[in-house]
């Protein structure tokens, strides 16, 4: 505390020594052309996961009182260790988030604090690139999955993956219908055949000269632009946000971006099957039976399912690729939400345990907290189909698991699913998790991705 005395006047520090001993741990003290906030942590014990979200907890209830007093810039100065300083600056960061694209009038409603700095000469300048690079990938992803459908269609998600990877430097490949019905994506055709935008199959690749892995890590994203059910059409309440049915696709988009920008020695590979679910004449009905891309045949039980279809499709594509890991991420399962809530993603697959531990790890490190969920056998009985290979989904009540176990048929390769459908889209803000899309799996990855082998 004494090192604020440069900053503070006699009487100010008199004030803050006597308030702490009461457990008060934020301060303002208005001075002639500025103004000094303090915030002080609670002294920690070893820097780890819980440490680092109270720091970035604070960073955010530091920028509500910067919003409060209109403040548009700020300069830091931290007492603290490197590691909790920059997660203190990452909360403040990502708290910042505003979207005002679809107002008349934004200037009146932005409250954007516009200009940051570190008052330190020693400032950890690898660490703040790196955060800065993270922010901007996270600010991507939000952007994508609260962008309207009536802005925001198959054709414009694939115009901004194209636009992302021109921006950030890694490569993009986009197919079109024609395309994809040669390769007979049989479940991406089906989700799509009701509606008057055609599909798009995105493949996105980082391939830096200095990569670590021989086989790439594939990331794939589910990427339903707005989803009505189709015919087993959803309550409205449940229709209501599902322009963010593509959550899984944006992070996708905003780890490749986040890679590409710190040039991360990681092969990555991004794949987005992407379309919206309608409803109308042609709409895939309850009880038809599709061909996917791997040859096996499906009944479709329940329209709603549709993402799991379209994901079958990519997580078959991977194979090309003969992939160390691959991992997908859908907001798949109202099942999902159910049982965990916005806190946590519930996760599954066949990766081995070390896979498994890192990606937990990862989920501390970020916040993004994962829960691993069982694969058995007797999930994947209730998919059995009396006409087809397999139905698209299970009869129980782990609707999470079930739509797991079916993408798992369409894996031959160290696995893991993860069902995004709580953390990525909120009802209210959540700290540094603004109202609407979070962001979540772009932290999580790039966590992951910097710390694992592969």
């Known amino acids: ?227 009505t059910g189709g015919l087993s059409l959803k309550s409205s309440d449940g229709m209501e946000n599902m322009k963010c049915d593509m959550a899984g696709a944006a992070a996708v988009v905003g780890a490749l971006a986040a890679a590409a920008q710190t040039n991360l020695p990681v092969h990555l590979v991004g794949l987005i099957p992407a379309t919206d679910n309608k409803i109308g ?41 003969e992939p160390a890991l691959v991992l997908d991420l859908a907001t798949l399962t109202g099942a999902a939400v159910r049982a965990l809530g916005s806190q946590a993603i519930c996760y599954m697959g066949t990766a081995g345990e070390p896979v498994k531990r890192a990606l937990e790890a990862s989920g501390l490190n970020t916040y993004e907290r994962l829960v691993e969920l069982p694969l058995w056998k007797e999930y994947g009985d209730e998919l059995k189909s009396h006409i087809a290979d397999m139905k698209n989904i299970g009869s129980g009540p782990a609707g999470m698991i079930t739509a797991g176990k079916f993408l798992e048929h369409f894996t031959d390769y160290p696995w893991l699913h993860l069902d995004i459908a709580g953390p990525a889209y909120l009802r209210n803000a959540n700290g540094y998790r603004p109202k609407e899309g979070t962001g979540v799996g772009v932290r999580l990855l790039f966590d992951f991705l910097k710390r694992t082998e592969f």
């Open 281 to 321: 004449d042609r709409a895939l009905s309850p009880g038809d039976v599709i061909r996917m891309y791997s040859g096996a045949t499906v009944e479709v039980v329940n329209t709603d399912a549709e993402g799991r279809l379209i994901l079958a499709d990519a997580l078959h594509y991977a194979k090309k690729y």
């Open 1 to 227: 505390m004494d090192q604020l005395e440069a900053v503070l006047q006699p009487a100010e520090m008199a004030f803050l020594r006597q308030s702490t001993t009461k457990g008060v741990q934020s301060f303002f003290f208005p001075q002639t052309d500025h103004a000094v906030f303090v915030r002080i942590l609670e002294e920690e014990e070893a820097v780890g996961a819980i440490w680092l979200e109270e720091a970035r907890l604070n960073g955010n209830a530091l920028l509500r009182d910067l919003q409060h007093y209109k403040i548009g810039s700020a300069t830091v100065r931290s007492f603290c260790s490197d590691e909790r300083a920059v997660a203190f600056l990452e909360g403040l960061l990502l708290g910042s988030y505003q979207f005002l694209d679809y107002f008349s009038a934004p200037e009146k409603h932005g409250n954007r604090l516009e200009w940051l700095s570190w008052a330190h000469d020693q400032a950890p300048a690898a660490a703040i690139a790196e955060l800065n690079a993270l922010v901007q990938a996270v600010f991507l992803t939000r952007n994508l999955v609260n962008a309207p459908h009536s802005h925001f269609d198959t054709l414009k998600l694939a115009d901004a993956v194209d636009e992302a990877g021109r921006t950030f430097g890694f490569s993009v490949e986009i197919l079109g219908k024609e395309h994809i019905e040669e390769l007979e994506m049989g479940g991406l055709l089906a989700v799509n055949q009701a509606s008057s935008v055609p599909p798009r199959f995105c493949i996105l690749e980082w391939r830096p000269g200095n990569a670590r892995n021989q086989k790439p890590v594939v990331l794939i994203g589910k990427g339903v632009v707005y989803d």
